[in-house]
C-alpha cells in the first residue's frame, strides 16, 4: 500500500501550491510507477537512510580515493543485500573464467599493445580494483597469419594483493569532471566493438540522463515555489514561479521530463523485445528491430543528454547563487550528466546512424518500391510522406493550439521535409564529384542531423500523445498529462520554426505567434501543478540531499543548519597566521622616490 | 620587442595548420593586444612561471581550504610585485577609516540584523579573512525616525587573530561549483546597492566570461588539429578539424571570440570615458552616458557569459572523453565562468533594464518628438526606424552573404521591429486592464527579452565591422578578420531566423538556405587559419595548463606524462585489504532453498 499521501508530505510554504494542484499526486504516482516499484524505490530509499554509509553532508569536498572507497562499499551492499543471487552467479563465473585461463595461459597467448595509442582510457573500475579483464585483440599465430578479433579474459591483478601483475601496466587516469566515485583505468589494451550490442547501453542512458533532470527540476521547481521576489506592491512579495519567465525557463524542461518518462521506458520495452526475438529465434523480424532500435538508441541518447544538459544548466541559473551552491546539488548533477553525451558515442557522430537508417528507407522504397513499416512502427507514417508534404498548419486560435495533435501533425511533415532535402542534399553532393565520406560529412550540419533530431523528438511526442490520449489513462491524470504533451511538442517544435516557414509549412506572422502564445498559456496554466508534479518525480529529501530542494520548502532553515554544521565554517583557516604576520609596515612600501 | 614567432612555437603536429595560416600571427598579437601590453603580459607570464607556488599538476584534487590559501598567497604576491603602490594606499586607507571608526563608535551606532534573512550571502573574502565591511544600513534615530540608507565601516575580525568580534557571526558559506579559490561569506548584514555604480562591474565580467572561452578554444581547437580519427580510406585517418561538423561546432565560437574581444575593448572605454566625464563634471552628457552603458552592461554581461557558457561546454562534448577528464581544464573553465551568469544580477533580469532603456526613447520619440541619438551611439540608427522596417532580405548568392554588411542589416531590421512589437504587446497588455507590474512580466518572453538580445548582438557586430573595414586595420589582416565578422553575423543572426520570416524580411525558402551555406563555408575557408588564430589568445603553455591544449599539439605525450605523473596512479588504493578481505565463499550466499 502507498503510505505517502500530500497529507503525509511536510508542511510548509509549498503548501499553497499543493493544495491547488488539479490532480492527485498519488494516483499519478501509481500510474507512473505502479505499486510493486512504487514499494521497491520505497524499500530501496529506507535501506539507504538506515546505513549511516550513505548519509553525506550536502557539498561537503570529498577527495577523489575516499569517494571511490565509499563507492566500493556502498557497491558492496547494495549487491548483498539486493541481488544476492547475481552476486553468486558473479563468483562461479569469475571462477569458472579463473579456471579456463588456467589451462589456456599454458596453450593459447600472449598479449602485446603495439604501441601507446594502443593504450584504452576508460574502463570502468579497472583504475584501481578491477582483476581481470575482457580484451579484445587480433589474433596472429605463429605463422604471422591474422586470424581476426577474439576475445581475451586476461588476469590483471593478484586478486589477493591487488597489485598489478608482471607485464601489466594499469592505473588511474585522474579527476574526471563528475562520477570520481567510478575509477577508470588504462590495461594498455585495445578494444574493439561490436556496435550492435551497445543499443541497450544508449536506451538505458537515456534514462539515466532523465534521471538527472529529474532530480534538477524537483530543486528548481520547488526553490521557485518557496523563494519570494519583488512584487506588484513595496509591501507584497512573490514566489518566483510566479513569474511568466521563470515559468517558461522551467516548466518546458518539467514537461519534457514527463515526455521522456513515457518515452525511456517504451523503449526499454522495445529492447527487451527485441532481446527475446533473439534468444526465442522465433519468426519476428529480429534483424529489422535490431537496425529499428540501433536508430532508436543512437538518437535517443542524444535527446535525452542534451535535454538533460540544458535542463540542468537553467535549473542551476534559475536557482541564482543558491544554485552556484555545492551543496545544493546542481553542479553535481551537471558534471553526472555531461559523460552521457559522450560516451558510447558521441552525440553528433551517433545522429549519423539515426539518419542513415531513416535514408536507406526512403531509398529501398523508390528503388525497389518496398513498403515503409517497421517492427517498432518509429517510421510507419513516412509511407505517407507525399500527402503529409502536402499538408499546410491550420490552426486559428490559440485554443487550437493547445493540443498535442498540433506540433504531433507538424513534426510528421517536418521529419519528411528533412529527409527529402537531405536526400537531395545527398545526391547534389555526390553529383559534384565528390566520393561518398565527402559527400556524407558534407551533409551532417542543417540536413542529416536535424532530420535524427527531428525523427527521435517526433517518435517522443507520438507516443506520449497516445498515452494522453488511451482510455486505459486515467480520466483525472488525462487533462495534466494533455497539457504537459501539448506544451512538450510546441517547445520542441519551437526549435524548428524557420524550417516550417523555409518549407511553407508556416506562412505569415500568425502560426509562430500563436504557437508561442499557446506555449506561454500552457506554462502559466501548469504553474499550479508544478509542485505536484515535481512531488511525483522526486525521492525522498535524503536521497535528494539538496537544502533548497527538500519537500517542506524551508529553504532558509535548511541552507542555514547545513551552512553551519558544514566543516569548520566559523573556524580561522589554518593559515591564519601567515595572514596575520608579516604584513607590510605603513608606508614601507612607499615608493622611494 | 616581440620575441615570440611562429618559428618560436614548439614543433610537431600542428605545423601544418600554422604554415596554410592566411595572415601574419604576429601582426595580429600586435594589432589586438599592442606591444606594451603583448610583454607587460609576457612578464606577467614568466614572472608566474618562475615561482613554484603557481605550478599546478593539471586535474590535481586540491581541498578547499588549500585553495584559499594557495589564493592567498598568491594575491599577496601579485600586490607586492605588481602594484606596491596601489597597496600603499590601501594600507593608508584602511588606517584612515580605522581612525574614523574608533571616533564613531563611541557616538553615531548599533549594528543590528533583524531576522535570518537579513543575513548577506556571498560577500568576497569575507567567510574566512576580511577585517572589516561595508555595510549598507538604516539609519534610526532613538526618536524611532528612519533617516533611510546609510553605510558604515564595520569591524569585523580582531586583525591580530582572525577571530571574530564579539557579536558579529561570520562564517563561510561552503562549496561552490566553482571560484573556490575565492572565499564568500555571512556577516548577518544586509546590503543595499547603488545599481549604477554596477555597470563597471558588468562590463568587467564580459571580459571575464571571454577570458574563458578563449581559453576553452585553444583546448578544443588545437586538440581538434591534432587528433585524427577515420578517414576517406581505412589506412589514412584526418584530424577531426576536417569535418564540416567539428568545424561548423567550434568556428563560430572562435569568431564569437574575436568579436567579443574587440567588443569589450569598446564597452570598456565608454566606461572610462562616462567616469571622467562624471569626474571633470564638464559638458559632457554625463546623464546620457549612465544610462546607455547600464543598457550596454546589463546586455553585454548575458552576451559574454552564456556565448561563454554555451562555447565551453561545445568545446567540452567536441573533445569528447578528453574534455570530460579533469586535467585538461574545460571543467574548471566551465564551473569559474558560471556565476558570470549570476552575479551583479541574473542574466534574464538585467535584460529587463536594457529594453526599458530601448523602450523609453521610442516612447520619448512619439510623445516629445525627441531625436534619437545617444553619447555612443547604439541606438541612433532606430532614428531611421521607419524606413529600416520597409527593407527587405536582398542576397542571391552565398558570396553575396559573405560580408558581414549582411547580417548588420538584418539586425537592424530585427531591432527595429522587436523594438515596435514589444511596445505593442506592452499597450496590449495594459488595456487588458493588467497593471503595470503585470503588464511587464507579460511582455518579457518572446518581446523585450529577445529585443535587449538583438540590440546588444546588432552594437558587437556593428563595432566588429566597423574595425574590419576601418582603413586603420591594416591591410594584411582585414581579409581574415572580415571573414570572422561575416560568421559571427550569420551565425548570431541565425538564431532569429523564426522572426525574420515572421516579420516578412524573409520569405521563400532561399534566405535561410544562403545563411545556411554561407556559414558553412566560411567556416571551412577558417578552419585552416583556427590554430594560427587561437595562438594569438593562447597564453604560454604553463598558463594554459592542459595537456591536450599544448602548443605543439603532442596530446598523447602529454596525456601520457600527466597521467603516469599524477598522485597514486599505480598504487593500490588505501583500503584494498577490505576490498580483497571479507570475499564471500563460493555458495555461501546462495539462496536457501
Not at 536557482?319 to 558510447?344: F, K, Q
Request: with cysteine.
Amino acid at each position: 500500500m502507498m503510505n505517502r499521501d500530500v497529507a503525509d508530505l511536510p508542511s510548509g510554504p509549498l503548501d499553497v501550491y499543493r493544495k491547488k494542484a488539479s490532480f492527485s499526486w498519488k494516483d499519478m504516482v501509481r500510474f507512473i510507477d505502479g505499486e510493486d516499484v512504487y514499494l521497491f524505490k520505497q524499500h530501496v530509499f529506507r535501506t539507504l537512510e538506515n546505513d549511516p554509509l550513505f548519509a553525506r553532508q550536502p557539498g561537503e569536498d570529498v577527495p577523489i580515493e575516499k569517494k571511490r572507497e565509499l563507492n566500493f562499499l556502498s557497491t558492496v551492499i547494495h549487491v548483498e543485500e539486493v541481488s544476492t543471487a547475481r552476486f553468486d552467479d558473479f563468483t562461479e563465473g569469475v571462477q569458472a573464467y579463473e579456471e579456463q585461463w588456467g589451462e589456456s595461459i599454458s596453450l593459447e597467448f600472449v598479449i602485446n599493445s603495439p604501441d601507446f595509442e594502443a593504450a584504452k582510457f576508460w574502463v570502468g573500475n579497472l583504475g584501481k580494483t578491477a582483476t581481470h579483464a575482457v580484451v579484445y585483440a587480433q589474433l596472429y599465430t605463429p605463422d604471422q597469419v591474422c586470424h581476426g578479433l577474439h576475445s581475451f579474459v586476461v588476469p590483471l591483478r593478484d586478486p589477493k594483493t591487488l597489485l598489478a601483475l608482471p607485464g601489466v601496466l594499469v592505473g588511474d587516469m585522474g579527476k574526471k569532471l563528475g562520477q570520481n566515485g567510478l575509477d577508470n583505468g588504462d590495461p594498455k589494451k585495445r578494444f574493439g566493438a561490436s556496435l550492435g550490442a551497445l543499443s541497450g547501453g544508449r536506451v538505458y542512458i537515456t534514462r539515466m540522463a532523465l534521471i538527472n533532470l529529474k532530480l534538477a527540476l524537483t530543486v528548481a521547481i520547488r526553490f521557485s515555489a518557496a523563494r519570494r521576489q519583488f512584487g506588484p506592491t513595496d509591501t507584497e512579495e512573490i514566489p518566483v514561479l510566479e513569474y511568466q519567465l521563470q515559468q517558461w525557463r522551467l516548466i518546458p524542461y518539467l514537461a519534457a521530463a514527463y515526455a521522456l518518462e513515457n518515452f525511456t521506458k517504451s523503449i526499454l520495452m522495445n529492447f527487451v523485445e527485441f532481446q527475446i526475438g533473439q534468444m526465442l529465434k522465433d519468426n519476428s523480424d529480429t534483424a529489422g528491430m535490431g537496425r529499428e532500435i540501433h536508430a532508436i538508441g543512437c538518437s535517443s541518447k542524444p535527446l535525452g543528454s542534451w535535454t538533460a544538459q540544458r535542463g540542468i544548466q537553467e535549473c542551476r541559473e534559475a536557482c541564482g547563487g543558491h544554485g552556484y551552491l555545492a551543496m545544493n546539488r546542481l553542479g553535481d548533477l551537471r558534471d553526472d550528466n555531461d559523460p552521457n553525451c559522450t560516451y558510447e558515442g558521441d552525440n553528433n557522430v551517433l545522429l549519423q546512424q539515426t539518419s542513415s537508417y531513416l535514408l536507406s528507407w526512403l531509398h529501398a522504397k523508390q528503388r525497389d518500391g518496398v513498403r515503409i513499416e517497421s517492427p517498432f512502427h518509429t517510421v510507419d507514417f513516412l509511407e505517407e510522406s507525399q500527402e503529409i508534404l502536402k499538408s499546410r498548419f491550420t490552426a486559428l486560435t490559440v485554443d487550437d493550439c493547445v493540443d498535442s495533435a498540433v506540433p504531433l501533425a507538424a513534426y510528421k511533415w517536418l521529419v519528411c521535409f528533412l529527409l527529402e532535402e537531405s536526400q537531395k542534399k545527398l545526391e547534389q553532393e555526390r553529383a559534384s564529384g565528390n566520393d561518398d565520406f565527402e559527400a556524407r560529412n558534407n551533409c551532417q550540419v542543417y540536413y542529416c542531423r536535424s532530420l535524427a533530431m527531428a525523427y527521435i523528438e517526433h517518435t517522443c511526442l507520438q507516443r506520449f500523445h497516445e498515452l494522453t490520449t488511451n482510455q486505459d489513462t486515467p480520466a483525472g491524470l488525462r487533462p495534466v498529462l494533455r497539457k504537459l504533451c501539448a506544451l512538450y511538442g510546441l517547445w520542441s517544435l519551437s526549435s524548428h520554426m524557420a524550417t516550417l516557414y523555409q518549407g511553407s509549412y508556416w506562412s505569415g506572422r500568425k502560426p509562430a505567434e500563436l504557437v508561442q502564445m499557446a506555449i506561454l498559456t500552457l506554462c502559466s496554466q501548469l504553474k499550479d501543478d508544478a509542485v505536484a508534479l515535481v512531488d511525483v518525480l522526486a525521492p525522498t529529501d535524503f536521497i535528494l540531499n539538496s537544502p533548497i530542494g527538500c519537500a517542506d520548502g524551508q529553504i532558509y532553515n535548511h541552507l542555514w543548519s547545513t551552512v553551519m554544521q558544514g566543516s569548520k565554517v566559523l573556524e580561522r583557516p589554518s593559515w591564519w597566521k601567515e595572514f596575520c604576520s608579516d604584513k607590510p609596515v605603513l608606508g614601507s612600501l612607499r615608493p622611494k622616490l
